[in-house]
């Protein structure tokens, strides 16, 4: 069985409810399920402090800068950027996780994490719903970061507006997250699974995804991207 047959069978065994199934794929299998913000602890004491710097300093960079009360926009903003924040991405695409899983590390097996973001929000609130990012309790706990608040001690899955190009190709969504806990401690097999890609398949698959058009130009479509790949390509390096 190849590594796509594996992949649609772990997909086909989860239950998703209303077809919705999101992926996010690591280089090294062993990467906590934690967003940038709350991979170093010193970051966080800062955070208020950080995110209103950002869209101080931001306004006069943005030509269409969000407005002040959109928390959801200046943290997707923020994230692709670069900013530490307590989003964490996810895609749509099973074939843009299995890259990310792949594009680098080598020596260590990777992993695409499998989540029914339906059925993770269920766990966490009394809804089974996929938030909005303007609307309900995952829009709260984006406020309370801008607020320097005490956060809902939840993780929650929104949809992300496709409000830059990267997100609209890599099919982006994120979770946010109000507490510091490894989202793997949560998860349940019952609507989440962790999918292992060995190391020594990653060179291969690199290669049987660009035949695919999925390449690293083809999800940032900038020119460093495209340097990489034609790097890769040709064996420079």
């Known amino acids: 069985m190849t590594t796509f047959d594996s992949l649609l069978t772990a997909v086909q065994s989860l239950k998703c409810p209303h077809g919705e199934l999101w992926f996010r794929g690591h280089a090294d299998k062993d990467w906590p399920l934690l967003p940038s913000l709350l991979r170093y602890s010193s970051a966080v004491p800062q955070e208020k402090n950080m995110l209103h710097r950002f869209r101080s300093q ?9 407005s002040d009360n959109d928390p959801a926009r200046w943290l997707f903003l923020m994230q692709h950027h670069g900013l530490p924040t307590r989003l964490l991405d996810w895609t749509e695409s099973a074939l843009t996780a299995l890259f990310f899983a792949v594009s680098e590390h080598d020596d260590r097996d990777g ?108 999800l940032f479509n900038d020119l460093v991207s495209l340097a990489q790949d034609l790097r890769g390509q040709h064996n420079a390096g």
């Open 58 to 66: 931001a306004m006069a960079m943005v030509p269409h800068a969000p």
């Open 111 to 218: 992993c695409i994490h499998l989540l029914s973001p339906i059925a993770l929000n269920a766990s966490q609130t009394t809804e089974a719903v996929l938030y909005p990012p303007g609307h309900g309790p995952a829009a709260e706990l984006m406020l309370a970061s801008f607020q320097g608040t005490e956060k809902p001690a939840k993780v929650l899955a929104l949809m992300a507006y496709a409000s830059n190009d990267r997100i609209a190709r890599q099919r982006g969504n994120f979770t946010v997250h109000g507490m510091d806990s490894d989202l793997r401690d949560l998860l349940k097999p019952e609507w989440s699974s962790v999918f292992v890609v060995p190391a020594e398949r990653k060179a291969s698959l690199r290669e049987d995804l660009a035949y695919f058009g999925v390449t690293r130009t083809s």
